[in-house]
């Protein structure tokens, strides 16, 4: 059996869905695995050391028309999908809630297609969630960018000519990427705050040593572990006091999304305003629209003093430590399809399987698709 490993025709995308380790691994089960020429360059992982992995480079996406399954970080390009033959299996962030008529034309390649992104929360998939995985990078990007464009230092210092004030991060949506951007705040000795919809997240912000916001709105907990959209009056009541508290805030982190959904807006122009001139806001949720209106994909827009980062693929920044998570994530996924004495043999009504799979036989199968 053959293992592809595409090299990303996305434009700014760093990553890469292997490592050595993985290779090693793929090999040792009797596997054959084939990686395009460059494909680990913007993780710093060279062509010769996918071969001493036990990898062939091949250099044209005519080579990916033997194998059985396909690794990519991101949709694979049309030239690649149309090179691979019918009922190749493709496991990558495919965007399933995006561009529904790519993936209707994806889907009628035949291939069986799997998106990582629609991994179950359940314990069993935790070493596959490859959103575990790259927010838990991204959410600390999210802090050292902030603290490297904020033109002032973080934690609180005592000197001869005075004391310089820590700074205050507030963090707003606690999950993974939430998490990960208070510990790194904390770290680097700022004053941390964090809000969350969801009321079961108070105890892990304060386990961190931060302060949690919280307004008396119903629990937006969902039986998956993610945040639903609250009421119109548990809206107004969350914004009164972010507003308030926002005020005060030197760098505001946001970081929510709800899966299929547009991001919902969590600053506002008013509040954008409300700030003092220096601060700095950055907004995980810019490529599903933004936490805050007035960011941009990619760009650091200025708006009355404030400076609002918009970039898209945080984790992507760190790709010589973000490629070798979702490498290992797709391994473990892999194991489950994959045979001792390597061979492909998918259990369909496994549940992780049924949760990732969303094309087969021609068409979209995934019952979000069905609505």
């Not at 496991?91 to 069986?112: C, F, I, S, V």
């Not at 050292?144 to 934690?155: C, L, M, S, T, V």
Request: aromatic fraction near 4%; charge should be positive.
């Amino acid at each position: 059996m053959q293992i592809a490993v595409l090299a990303e025709g996305k434009s700014g995308e760093r990553r890469v869905s292997a490592s050595p380790d993985t290779i090693k691994a793929y090999v040792k089960k009797g596997l054959s695995v084939v990686v395009q020429a460059g494909a680990g360059a913007g993780a710093h992982i060279s062509d010769d050391a996918f071969v001493a992995a036990g990898a062939s480079i091949i250099k044209t996406d005519v080579g990916l028309k033997t194998a059985d399954v396909v690794l990519s970080v991101r949709r694979p390009s049309e030239a690649a999908l149309k090179s691979l033959k019918k009922g190749a299996v493709v496991a990558a962030g495919l965007d399933p809630y995006g561009d529904r008529k790519a993936l209707d034309a994806m889907a009628k390649t035949g291939l069986t297609l799997f998106a990582m992104e629609l991994m179950p929360r359940i314990t069993r998939a935790q070493s596959m969630d490859i959103l575990s995985s790259q927010s838990n990078l991204a959410g600390y990007k999210a802090v050292i960018d902030a603290a490297a464009h904020f033109g002032r230092a973080f934690p609180m210092m005592m000197t001869a000519a005075g004391t310089v004030p820590p700074a205050k991060v507030f963090v707003m949506g606690v999950g993974v990427a939430g998490l990960q951007a208070i510990a790194t705040a904390r770290r680097l000795g700022a004053i941390v705050s964090a809000t969350d919809v969801r009321k079961a997240t108070e105890e892990q912000v304060k386990s961190l040593g931060a302060k949690f916001v919280f307004a008396d709105v119903a629990d937006a907990a969902t039986a998956g572990g993610y945040a639903k959209e609250l009421s119109a009056e548990d809206k107004a009541k969350q914004a009164a006091l972010v507003a308030d508290h926002i005020k005060g805030q030197d760098i505001v982190i946001t970081t929510a999304l709800i899966p299929g959904r547009p991001a919902p807006v969590l600053v506002t122009k008013d509040m954008v305003e409300s700030m003092k001139s220096g601060s700095v806001i950055v907004d995980l949720a810019v490529e599903r629209g933004g936490n805050c209106p007035l960011s941009k994909p990619d760009q650091i827009v200025e708006h009355m003093g404030v400076s609002i980062l918009g970039t898209v693929n945080l984790a992507g920044g760190l790709a010589g430590n973000a490629s070798p998570l979702f490498a290992k994530n797709l391994a473990n996924f892999l194991d489950l399809m994959i045979t001792a004495d390597g061979a492909l043999n998918i259990n369909f009504e496994d549940e992780i399987i049924k949760g990732t799979l969303i094309a087969r036989d021609g068409k979209l199968v995934h019952p979000m698709y069905k609505a």
